[in-house]
């Protein structure tokens, strides 16, 4: 018997990801319904090789579903996750809403996924942000091995990570510097993003970090542990798809960089691509697409004791939302934490 699986905010990028992850990795799912706001009742989205129309989220009942997978932003997930849960569907929500409740496990499969179980108080579980998703798969097998101190990263996050607007925004002025007359002001961007980068993502805390770095922060602690200290530079580039990270770690032993290559060889989700020479590294357009996590330009840092510098690149859409999603719920099945309902 497989499982009914509604996906909320399925006409949005991460939503549309979600049903084409859910085909290609043969969920055992036996129906899957795409759930969106009243305005795109029946807009047609893809899974597998059928098409499905969309349903109102208002008025879908989610005592027939078993998972619900959501990408449709906090203010829904505010709204809309209990109310899902009560009902006794599994919620997995990719919205920053639930991440920093203690009810609330945090979960990437690959590094955390013994704590899937605390799950079952508000029948919710978060998805982190894609930044943090990507970092910590790379970096836990190396904290297992060697215990990480101190984090420094610098990221360059593509424009699909603030969705399909942002994307049409960079598209649309790029096109402008080549179109004589055309202009496309900053909309979704406190400056333009086309030929540019904007070291801003979310708005300002008090302490002159951005809310995007600051759930850097709590994220990786929440999922690999508070005593990580943690610092970051969250940064807009003109990329479509794949966010990409430098990253400095500091451990409390000595770790050599062959030690590391290898620890990363054998990791879950981690693809080491590391070439001392012209090209011997991946890039986002690389790595767009692809599930795996991928790992470059591994070297000593030699500004402290036990140090190393990294290269992370991942698709922010596939393993930084949607893919984690579906490994989510394939962990729940796998861990027989859930059961499919009986119709």
Same mark, same amino acid.
């Given at each position: 018997m497989g499982y009914k699986v509604a996906v909320v905010g399925a006409t949005g990028n991460v939503g549309r990801e979600m049903m084409?992850?859910?085909?290609? !990795?043969?969920?055992?799912?036996?129906?899957? *319904?795409?759930?969106?706001? !009243?305005?795109?009742?029946? $807009?047609? /989205?893809?899974?597998?090789?059928?098409?499905?129309k969309? &349903?109102?989220?208002?008025? *879908?009942? *989610?005592? %027939?579903?078993?998972?619900?997978?959501?990408? #449709?932003?906090? #203010?829904v997930a505010k709204e809309w996750a209990l109310k899902i849960g009560a009902k006794g569907c599994v919620v997995i929500d990719n919205s920053s809403c639930w991440r920093y409740d203690q009810d609330v496990p945090l979960i990437v499969p690959e590094v955390n996924g013994d704590a899937i179980g605390g799950f079952t108080k508000k029948n919710i579980i978060a998805n982190p942000n894609c930044s943090t998703a990507q970092m910590v798969v790379a970096l836990k097998p190396l904290h297992d091995a060697a215990t990480i101190k101190r984090i420094v990263v610098s990221t360059y996050q593509s424009v699909s990570g603030a969705g399909k607007d942002a994307m049409d925004e960079l598209w649309a002025q790029t096109k402008g510097k080549y179109v004589p007359g055309q202009e496309f002001p900053a909309k979704k961007f406190p400056k333009e993003i086309a030929f540019n980068v904007i070291p801003q993502i979310d708005v300002f805390m008090e302490d002159g970090y951005t809310k995007e770095e600051w759930k850097m922060l709590v994220e990786t602690k929440k999922i690999m542990g508070s005593k990580i200290r943690v610092s970051a $530079?969250? @940064?807009? +580039?003109? /990329? *479509?798809?794949?966010?990409?990270?430098? /990253?400095?770690?500091?451990?409390?032993? &000595?770790?050599?960089v062959a030690e590391?290559?290898?620890?990363?060889?054998? #990791?879950?989700?981690?693809? +080491? @691509?590391? %070439?001392?020479?012209?090209?011997?590294? +991946? $890039?986002?357009?690389?790595?767009a697409g692809e599930y795996a996590t991928y790992v470059s330009r591994?070297?000593?840092?030699? $500004?402290?004791?036990?140090?190393? #510098?990294?290269?992370?690149?991942s698709d922010n859409l596939l393993k930084g939302a949607a893919l984690n999603a579906v490994q989510i719920a394939e962990e729940l099945i796998a861990r027989k934490l859930i059961k499919p309902k009986v119709a």
């Open positions: 084409n992850v859910l085909a290609d !990795r043969k969920f055992p799912a036996s129906e899957v *319904f795409a759930i969106a706001s !009243r305005r795109s009742i029946g $807009t047609e /989205v893809s899974y597998g090789d059928r098409v499905l969309c &349903q109102d989220l208002e008025h *879908f009942d *989610f005592a %027939k579903a078993d998972i619900c997978m959501m990408s #449709a932003g906090s #203010a $530079t969250c @940064v807009r +580039v003109p /990329v *479509f798809v794949a966010h990409s990270e430098s /990253v400095n770690v500091e451990f409390e032993r &000595q770790m050599s590391a290559r290898s620890i990363l060889r054998e #990791a879950p989700g981690v693809m +080491v @691509v590391d %070439k001392r020479e012209s090209g011997g590294y +991946v $890039t986002p357009i690389e790595a591994i070297r000593e840092d030699a $500004t402290v004791e036990y140090g190393l #510098a990294m290269w992370i690149v």
